[in-house]
């Protein structure tokens, strides 16, 4: 029984499992249908993903708004530790701005930004790097207010001065929190960066599904949304890995 | 040849937020001593916490072994950094301290060796491991070369090897480094294991009922076997807390057990 469920938990085994149901039902039980392509249209289609639709730069800007992101959000959260762990104007600015998403859908900013920059392709990335850093600093300045003070008064006892306390051992005691919900933002920054490409309709991969839905394309909205999600599982293996590399601690 | 007795702690008037009002103390010991502050509820931890400046709300007078003294505080809970290795936790404090350290008599590798982590200077604590812990807090308090080291309840949750390996450690380590401990603790045998002096805390507000010499007290009791003396004196420490109408005596002794 576990081990069934230990195979269901794999993200991408998972996603094989559907696709093997979907060769199975949509090639040859419902050959007819107007709810998911046929397998064999699908790979047929593979080559006018990459001409017509243009997928290789279109992919590449997408990913790299992602990953130029979380990078300048990450170093930006690094370099301003100290003053987003102590109490002072800036760390209560962004938490307010924080929870603001309890009630503003942060998709409505972005459709602001696509008002005022329409055709440029850098708005996108401020957006995108503006959300996560605010996510992140949000998160962590919450976080600290429910921190167990061990740590802390340890180091106090210690002669450690209060500056040291903020940035070294504070903001390694929230780190593995911060490794956890980077699963959610990365997920999160996906969906305002589909949203955002949707409405802006210039580049990315956004651009790619409002247009085949534009041309009635089943099947590359379906072999893109396919490449998205195999995109986010991998992104989240790679991000596991490389703060399972610097965040051993619990 | 007589020891000679000195005071390491006096505090007089002390106020605090609904614990403390108008309390005093004195701790009048020998050398190197160890001396714990027997209390059922949180008001001894408090007290540490005061005494280790990590608490600032309160008002009156402590004074520490004349004034020059560093006091090092260990919390309850584990405390050191799992994000540094043995060396680099002791490192960080050496590096990172406001105490005016004289860095070239600090032998990182000495105090590593003093607290039976000789090996381990490259591991990572790990979070259950509650007695590893503790020796690298009690290697970093070393590290700042101090007067006294507070300890508050550190040994609730291990185990009793542990424990008992830990207590002897604790004795070699104060008489080896010139340094006082001063324990609050709420088991009575780990008290009467460890201690020169102990002091009877009751809660409300903070108050000494008694103060038991255990050098006076095994004297007393020298007729006696090792454990009828042990029955003796803890008798002696429950009859003196039900005296004073301290209720939750047997929940905690029981918790200890």
């Given amino acids: 029984m576990s081990n069934k469920n230990t195979f ?243 | 040849m007589k020891e000679e007795i000195k005071k390491i702690l006096k505090i007089s008037g002390l106020k605090s937020d609904d614990i403390f009002e108008n309390f005093n103390m004195e701790i009048e010991t020998g050398q190197n001593s160890i001396n714990c502050i027997l209390c059922f509820d949180g008001s001894a931890s408090a007290l540490l916490k005061i005494i280790g400046n990590v608490e600032d709300n309160f008002q009156g007078d402590i004074k520490i072994n004349n004034g020059n003294s560093i006091v090092v505080y260990i919390p309850t809970k584990a405390s050191s950094f799992p994000w540094l290795n043995v060396e680099e936790n002791i490192k960080f404090v050496v590096d990172n301290s406001n105490f005016h350290l004289s860095n070239s008599n600090i032998q990182i590798q000495n105090i590593i060796d003093s607290v039976g982590l000789t090996g381990y200077e490259k591991h990572f604590p790990d979070n259950r491991s509650l007695g590893f812990r503790f020796r690298i807090s009690l290697a970093r308090a070393l590290a700042v070369q101090p007067t006294i080291i507070l300890i508050d309840n550190s040994f609730n949750n291990m185990d009793d090897e542990t424990k008992f390996e830990l207590y002897d450690l604790l004795k070699e380590i104060s008489s080896n480094y010139n340094v006082s401990i001063l324990l609050a603790s709420a088991d009575i045998n780990e008290a009467i294991y460890l201690s020169e002096n102990i002091y009877l805390m009751k809660g409300e507000k903070g108050k000494i009922i008694d103060q038991i010499n255990l050098k006076e007290e095994w004297g007393k009791l020298s007729e006696e076997n090792n454990s009828n003396r042990q029955i003796k004196l803890k008798e002696k420490i429950l009859k003196s807390f039900l005296l004073n109408d301290v209720n939750n005596i047997l929940k905690s002794q029981t918790r200890g057990k």
């Fill in chain 1, 8 to 250: 269901f938990r794999k993200p991408f085994t998972l996603i094989l499992f559907f696709l093997l149901i979907w060769v199975v039902l949509f090639q040859f039980v419902f050959v007819q249908n107007n709810f998911l392509p046929k397998p064999l249209i699908v790979y047929n289609s593979f080559s006018d993903l990459v001409n017509v639709y243009q997928l290789p730069s279109n992919f590449f800007f997408s990913v790299g708004a992602i990953a130029f992101s979380l990078l300048i959000s990450v170093i930006l959260l690094y370099f301003l530790r100290y003053y987003l762990l102590t109490r002072n104007f800036i760390s209560e600015f962004l938490l307010s701005i924080y929870k603001l998403k309890y009630f503003i859908p942060v998709i409505l900013i972005g459709i602001f930004f696509i008002f005022w920059f329409p055709h440029s392709i850098y708005a996108e990335y401020i957006f995108l790097t503006i959300s996560s850093f605010i996510y992140l600093s949000g998160l962590m300045i919450k976080a600290k207010e429910g921190l167990e003070n061990e740590y802390v008064i340890a180091a106090k006892s210690l002669g450690i001065n209060s500056r040291k306390i903020y940035a070294e051992i504070e903001f390694k005691q929230l780190l593995p929190l911060l490794k956890d919900s980077f699963t959610t933002l990365h997920l999160n920054l996906w969906g305002l960066l589909i949203a955002y490409e949707y409405i802006q309709h210039t580049w990315g991969l956004g651009t790619i599904i409002n247009n085949s839905i534009q041309y009635r394309d089943l099947s590359t909205l379906f072999s893109i949304s396919l490449l998205i999600c195999l995109t986010i599982i991998s992104g989240n293996y790679i991000l596991k890995f490389i703060f399972n590399r610097f965040i051993h601690w619990e």
